[in-house]
C-alpha cells in the first residue's frame, strides 16, 4: 500500500462541499477512505477537518453561509472527527489530562479535536467539553487527580472566567495549560493570566507536553489591573450600559426605528459584545482585545450591509455613559478610531 504524503488536489474542497450539504455520511466515509488509504489520523484532523472548519468561519463572517449552515457543517465535522477516532484506537503510555472550555465557551470542536490529538499521542484524556464552570472543574480535578488540565478559551470575553479557573486549578495543584484564540497573539494573556503553558494548537500541544511536563514555573506574575474598579463597574452595569445605549441609539440614529425584532435583537447583541469585550480588555489592561473585536466587528458589519457609522454610534452610546471610567473611555476611542 503506497502512503500518500499529501491529500490529492481537490479533496479540501471535495470535503467542504460535504459539509456544506449536510452530506453526513458522504464526509465520514471521505475520512474513512483516506485512514485506509494509509493517511495519518492526525494529518485528517489537522489539515482537512481543522482547516475545514477555519474555511467555514470565513465563509459565516463573510455572509456567504447562514448560522444554520455553518451549525450543520460543524455537526458533521464533529461526526467526522469521531469515524477517525473510532478507527484509531492507542494504548494510553503517558499521564492523564482533563480538557475543558472555560466557563462560558461554546467552541467544543477546536478542544475535542485537541483530546483525539492527545490520545493519540499517548495520554489519557478525560473530555469534558463545552461550558465547564469553574467549580466543578475542580470538584472533579479533587475527584481523578490528572496530571494536567487543557483549558480552552476561544472568545476573549471569557478571560475574567478564564483566569478564575486558571487560578483555580494551580491552587489544586494540577498545572495547567491554555489554549484557543481568546488568549491572543502568542497566547500573552495566558501568560498573564497565571498559565503555566501555551499552545497555539494541537501539535504544538503535543510537542509542549510529550517533553518537560510537569513544568517548573515560578508564581506567576499577574497585572495588578486584573478586576480593578472600571472592569467591576463595567460588569456591573452591564445590562444598564447595554439598554440605556440602545435608547440612546434610537434618538442618535434614525435608521434603528425602522429595524424589524430581528435586527433589534442583532443591534442588542452587537451591543453586549462591545460591552463584553470592553469588560474583558479592562480586566486584562489590554486595549487590543478590543481593538482586534472592533476589526473584526467591523469586517462581519460590513459583509451584512451594516454602515460603519451604525458601530461608531453604537461605541459613542456606550462611550457616553463611562464619562468617569478614563481607562473605559480610552480603550472605546481606541476602537472607534479604527471604525472608518
Ligand atoms: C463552529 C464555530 C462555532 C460554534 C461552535 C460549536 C462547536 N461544537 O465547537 C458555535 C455556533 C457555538 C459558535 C459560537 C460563537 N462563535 Co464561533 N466559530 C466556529 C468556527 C466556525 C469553527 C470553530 C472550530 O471548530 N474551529 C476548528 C478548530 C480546529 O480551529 P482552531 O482554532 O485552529 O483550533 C485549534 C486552536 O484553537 C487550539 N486550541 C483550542 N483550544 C485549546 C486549548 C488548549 C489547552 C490548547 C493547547 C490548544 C487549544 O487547538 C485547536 C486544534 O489545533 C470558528 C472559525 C474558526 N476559525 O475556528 C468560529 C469563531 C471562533 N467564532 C466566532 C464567534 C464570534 C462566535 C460567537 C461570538 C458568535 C455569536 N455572535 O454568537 C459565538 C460565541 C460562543 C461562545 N461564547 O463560545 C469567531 C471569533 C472571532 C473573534 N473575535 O475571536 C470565529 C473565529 C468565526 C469568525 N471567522 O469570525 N462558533
Partial sequence: ??????????????????????????????????????????????????????????????????????????????????????????????????????????????????????????????????????QHLVTHLHQTGPDAVALSCMIATRLPRAHAAITA?????????????????????????????WAAGAEEAVQR????????????????????????????HRGDLIGTAMKTLAQTYPRLREYNTRQLDATTEDLSHIVDFLAAALYVSETQIFTDFITWTSAVLDARGVPPVALRVGLEAVRSQLHDYPTAVAVLNAGTHLVK
Fill in 169 to 197: 486549578c494551580r491552587a489544586a495543584g494540577v498545572p495547567v495549560i491554555a489554549g484557543g484564540r481568546g488568549f491572543g497573539p502568542g497566547g500573552r494573556y495566558a501568560q498573564h493570566l497565571g498559565a503555566d503553558a
Fill in 1 to 134: 500500500m503506497t502512503v500518500p504524503t499529501s491529500f490529492r488536489s481537490g479533496l479540501a474542497e471535495d470535503y467542504l462541499q460535504l459539509v456544506g450539504d449536510s452530506d453526513e455520511y458522504g464526509a465520514v466515509a471521505l475520512v474513512t477512505e483516506l485512514l485506509d488509504a494509509g493517511v495519518a489520523p492526525q494529518r485528517i484532523m489537522i489539515d482537512l477537518i481543522a482547516r475545514t472548519q477555519a474555511r467555514v468561519g470565513e465563509l459565516w463572517a463573510a455572509n456567504e453561509w447562514s448560522v444554520a449552515r455553518e451549525h450543520a457543517a460543524t455537526a458533521i465535522s464533529e461526526r467526522a472527527l469521531a469515524a477517525v477516532a473510532a478507527r484509531t484506537m492507542v494504548r494510553p503510555s503517558r499521564g492523564s489530562i482533563t480538557i475543558a472550555c472555560v466557563d462560558g465557551e461554546w467552541h467544543a470542536l477546536p478542544v475535542r479535536l485537541l483530546a483525539e490529538m492527545l490520545r493519540l499521542d499517548g495520554w489519557r484524556v478525560d473530555f469534558l467539553g463545552a461550558n465547564v464552570p469553574g
Fill in 209 to 236: 507536553l510529550a517533553r518537560n511536563w510537569p513544568p517548573h514555573s515560578p508564581d506567576p506574575q499577574l497585572s495588578a489591573f486584573l478586576g480593578d474598579e472600571e472592569y467591576t463597574y463595567v460588569v456591573r
